[in-house]
Nanobody, 118 residues
Framework: VQLQASGGGLVQAGGSLNVSCAVSGRTFTIQRVGWFRQAPGKEREFVAHIGWSGGYTDFADSVKGRFAISRDNVKSTAYLQMSNLKPEDTAVYYC????????????WGQGTLVTVSS
């Protein structure tokens, strides 16, 4: 499986931005797709995940009510819709794959930078 994240950019505080994660390869092996982020000088943190087949979702408390996650199995793409963005949301956003029967996220995309200006 290969991942390609895209859609990052510069946005003002309070604005919205969507990032995408195109998935290719053996997608039937995917249990869930997760989004993570890493801000400068900070550790990578979980943002949200979605079941690839079932659509169940979960969010970090810091983004609940502001971010949404979805996936399009026909396009093999997962999306993170971000709204009411804050400067503290500035980070490189990564998508990652968890496979069926495996623990943790094993395959990572290259990341896309989201910058929120105040």
């Amino acid at each position: 499986v290969q991942l390609q994240a895209s859609g990052g950019g510069l946005v003002q505080a309070g604005g919205s931005l969507n990032v995408s994660c195109a998935v290719s390869g053996r997608t039937f092996t995917i249990q869930r797709v997760g989004w993570f982020r890493q801000a400068p000088g900070k550790e990578r943190e979980f943002v949200a995940h979605i079941g690839w087949s079932g659509g169940y979702t979960d969010f970090a408390d810091s983004v609940k009510g502001r971010f949404a996650i979805s996936r399009d199995n026909v396009k093999s793409t997962a999306y993170l819709q971000m709204s009411n963005l804050k400067p503290e949301d500035t980070a490189v956003y990564y998508c990652a794959i968890r496979y069926f029967g495996r623990d943790g996220y094993e395959k990572w995309g290259q990341g896309t930078l989201v910058t929120v200006s105040s």
